[in-house]
């Protein structure tokens, strides 16, 4: 069975940074695809941030030039720094790993960011 837990998310100021981290555990599971979601109160879960394991990356336009993801294929671990961390980013924000064939899609418990005076 393969399990994502996440790490990072807490308390942070606007202007701040948060890195938010995701393993991936479960033997012979190799995602085609990593990334981050996130959903606010009241809203619908959105795509943050997402990888290909080659390396292709795309964000949500009000995260770009603000957040990065990355990845670590050895490990199956994707992080997400977050820089000039703004209050509407506060959001429960979940681990996301997918893989094509066969399909199957994984998502993590999340972890919550607040950004906050």
């Known amino acids: 069975q393969v399990q994502l837990v996440e790490s990072g998310g807490g308390l942070v100021q606007p202007g701040g940074s948060l890195r938010l981290s995701c393993a991936a555990s479960g033997s012979g599971f190799s995602p085609n695809t990593m990334g981050w979601y996130r959903q606010a109160p009241g809203k619908q879960r959105e795509l943050v941030a997402a990888?290909?394991?080659?390396?292709?990356?795309n964000y949500a336009d009000s995260v770009k030039g603000r957040f990065t993801i990355s990845r670590d294929n050895a490990k199956n671990t994707v992080y997400l720094q977050m820089d000039s961390l703004k209050p509407e980013d506060t959001a429960v924000y979940y681990c996301?790993?997918?893989?094509?064939?066969?399909?199957?899609?994984?998502w993590g418990k999340g972890t919550l960011v607040t950004v906050s005076s």
């Open positions: 990888m290909s394991g080659g390396g292709n990356s």
């Open positions: 996301n790993a997918h893989r094509v064939w066969p399909p199957v899609t994984y």
